[in-house]
């Protein structure tokens, strides 16, 4: 049933709107704001405690619609830099949002820009694009992680691409976090 917002808007037309904005956001990441309840609220102070002097780096790289470390093994506690780098040539998203959930997020560096100061959902990558995500697992737990290929609709505890082939192309692994 197609009906009127508060506003007025025919919410059938602001459905329309929304679907025609998605490729702008293909291009960036997809984040929250910094306060957010469900993400760890202390993550300044994480940050600026830990010893990034003996930071630990760790790589996920795409290709041919796998990731490759599948399994990604890290202490709770210590700071890492994770290198995410697509070396394919079509536009891929890494979601783990539960992940991202449990981790203090000291910034995001691309080619272009340095982003700190926000909540990740997921990390869009372009073909070729490399990002590192300097962080510091709060949580212990095991996370998995899904890819897609294409625009995607992120919402909470939930993401659809058109374009995915995720699981059927072993586009999935999963972050182990230990004590």
């Not at 990731?67 to 998203?93: A, K, S, W």
Request: with cysteine; glycine share 8%; net charge negative.
């Amino acid at each position: 049933m197609i009906g009127k917002t508060k506003s007025g808007i025919n919410t059938g037309l602001a459905i329309v709107f929304l679907l025609l904005g998605l490729p702008a956001c293909a291009e960036r990441d997809v984040f929250t704001v910094l306060n957010s309840g469900s993400y760890i609220r202390d993550q300044k102070e994480i940050v600026e405690a830990a010893n990034w002097n003996t930071v630990k780096a760790s790589e996920i790289d795409i290709r041919q619609n796998e990731f490759c470390l599948t399994i990604i093994h890290l202490l709770q506690g210590e700071p890492y830099i994770m290198l995410v780098e697509n070396r394919d040539d079509v536009l891929h998203i890494l979601v783990v949002e539960d992940f991202f959930k449990t981790i203090a997020l000291r910034k995001i560096v691309t080619e272009k820009e340095e982003i700190s100061g926000i909540n990740l959902v997921g990390l869009n990558l372009n073909a070729g694009e490399v990002k590192e995500v300097h962080f510091v697992p709060v949580r212990d737990g095991r996370f998995k992680f899904e890819g897609g290929q294409g625009a995607g609709i992120f919402a909470t505890n939930l993401y659809f691409s058109p374009l995915s082939r995720d699981a059927v192309k072993g586009m999935v692994g999963s972050f182990v976090v230990e004590e």
